[in-house]
């Protein structure tokens, strides 16, 4: 079954606006990384937060972690075209030798120039 | 990071037959994965492939039916045996270097498509 599961499930926003997404999951993790998928094409890894992190920064994003709700943000500032596509959170459980992702069904996102 | 090659990229192919997906790395991995990607779906995880032995195989996926190959730390392949038109989809994999804190990096996908 899936780990985790985004939301909202499709988001539509003007260019120059933010876009926050949003991930949750059921069982306790080792980390949990944020991915973006175009078209169908390969995965672009964004970021991978520790379950000891809080929230990590990288560019224009913001990935916020809270072990005790079992929840993950994706944040977007200032938002671009290029940035349409499909983001996927994925949970990695174990970690380390044991490393393992479940991925969540995806958000699409569509950026209006 | 890790810069990881498929090939091919893709490919249309007779039910029944046979096709078996390349997967190469710039840098030696420590674990090499296989995914699964349905149309619109997510990634469901086939198997990890072990350097040397045979593949560990998530519930739902066999041997027989996704052999699996890893040689060495940068190298591995991927068959869909007796391919039927479920078995559309697009495959990819992805490795974890060495170097990394369990980041895990994607190729950039092979899409099949059985007839």
């Known amino acids: 079954s899936q780990q985790g599961e985004e939301d909202p499930q499709a988001l539509s926003i003007q260019e120059g606006e933010n876009a926050t997404m949003n991930c949750s999951y059921k069982?306790?993790?080792?980390?949990l990384q944020w991915y973006r998928q175009n078209s169908g094409r390969g995965l672009v890894h964004l970021i991978l937060?520790?379950?000891?992190?809080r929230e990590k920064h990288s560019g224009r994003l913001r990935v916020t972690l809270d072990t005790s709700k079992k929840s993950s943000s994706l944040l977007i500032t200032a938002s671009r075209a290029a940035d349409t596509a499909s983001y996927f959170c994925?949970?990695?459980?174990?970690?380390?030798?044991?490393?393992?992702?479940?991925f969540g069904k995806g958000i699409t996102l569509s950026v209006r120039p | 990071s890790a810069v990881i090659s498929q090939k091919p990229s893709r490919d249309i192919c007779q039910r029944g037959t046979s096709l078996t997906i390349q997967c190469q790395v710039d840098?030696?991995?420590?674990?090499m994965f296989w995914y699964r990607q349905q149309p619109g779906q997510s990634l469901t995880l086939i198997a990890t492939?072990?350097?040397?032995?045979?593949?560990?195989?998530e519930s739902g996926f066999v041997i027989d039916k996704f052999p699996i190959s890893r040689p060495n730390l940068t190298f591995s392949t991927l068959t869909v045996s007796n391919m039927s038109p479920e078995d559309s989809s697009i495959y990819l994999c992805?490795?974890?270097?060495?170097?990394?804190?369990?980041?895990?990096?994607f190729g950039p996908g092979t899409r099949l498509t059985v007839l």
């Open positions: 994925a949970t990695d459980a174990r970690g380390g030798a044991n490393s393992k992702l479940t």
């Open positions: 069982t306790s993790i080792n980390n």
């Open positions: 937060i520790r379950s000891n992190e």
């Open positions: 840098s030696q991995v420590t674990m």
């Open positions: 492939a072990n350097q040397g032995s045979e593949a560990t195989y």
């Open positions: 992805s490795g974890i270097p060495g170097s990394s804190y369990n980041e895990q990096f």
